[in-house]
T-cell receptor
Framework: EAQVTQNPRYLITVTGKKLTVTCSQN?????MSWYRQDPGLGLRQIYY???????DKGDVPEGYKVSRKEKRNFPLILESPSPNQTSLYFC????????????FGDGTRLSIL | QKEVEQNSGPLSVPEGAIASLNCTYS??????FFWYRQYSGKSPELIMS????GDKEDGRFTAQLNKASQYVSLLIRDSQPSDSATYLC??????????FGKGTTLSVSS
């Protein structure tokens, strides 16, 4: 089954404790992206990747890191999480670029205390 | 800052009616447009893609694009209570990023 898989689905943690949210897709997509969704602010892009080893900042990259060492994986790293990063996070992928339909993972709800 | 604008709603329609959702975008270079449906607490689900001016129909859904007016719409015919959700409009930017509107909440009453 074609899918984008995120883990964990839920996480409650404390300020400053490094965490990684994993994202994996099995559709051989070149493009992958991370979004955060907050009430009243909609979906905002954090980082995207056009292909392996190619990443770029989206609208809200501060406080986040990403890497794309393999085509299927695109982890989101919060090296020193803060409460303002409490949000619902989505990973998405498309065949190539933002001009293609994106398939979303089920989301990760992060709470930073 | 490139933007996609939508009325937040809620848009309330009775069962069986036509729901009309609208969206405007600021980037004249956008070439690809998408409508996603999102149920509360769930991930966005692609409903329609549209790339050229005019109408595109898929079942009960029709997407309309007018690039001169920078306007995209989604019509849902014979609305059902199960259509109650938030609808997100998105436009690509420079082929790399996808910019989302904040969404319109649709409520279909039985």
């Amino acid at each position: 089954e074609a899918q984008v898989t995120q883990n964990p689905r839920y996480l409650i943690t404390v300020t400053g404790k490094k965490l990684t949210v994993t994202c994996s897709q099995n559709m051989n997509h070149e493009y992958m992206s991370w979004y955060r969704q907050d009430p009243g602010l909609g979906l905002r892009q954090i980082y995207y990747s056009m292909n392996v080893e190619v990443t770029d900042k989206g609208d809200v990259p501060e406080g986040y890191k990403v890497s794309r060492k393999e085509k299927r994986n695109f982890p989101l790293i919060l090296e020193s999480p803060s409460p303002n990063q409490t949000s619902l996070y989505f990973c998405a992928s498309s065949f190539s670029g933002g001009n293609q339909p994106q398939h979303f993972g089920d989301g990760t709800r992060l709470s930073i205390l | 800052q490139k933007e996609v604008e939508q009325n937040s709603g809620p848009l309330s329609v009775p069962e069986g009616a036509i729901a009309s959702l609208n969206c405007t975008y600021s980037d004249r270079g956008s070439q690809s447009f998408f409508w996603y449906r999102q149920y509360s607490g769930k991930s966005p689900e692609l409903i329609m893609s549209i790339y050229s001016n005019g109408d595109k129909e898929d079942g009960r859904f029709t997407a309309q694009l007018n690039k001169a007016s920078q306007y995209v719409s989604l019509l849902i015919r014979d609305s059902q209570p199960s259509d109650s959700a938030t609808y997100l409009c998105a436009a690509n930017q420079a082929g790399t990023a996808l910019i989302f509107g904040k969404g319109t909440t649709l409520s279909v009453s039985s």
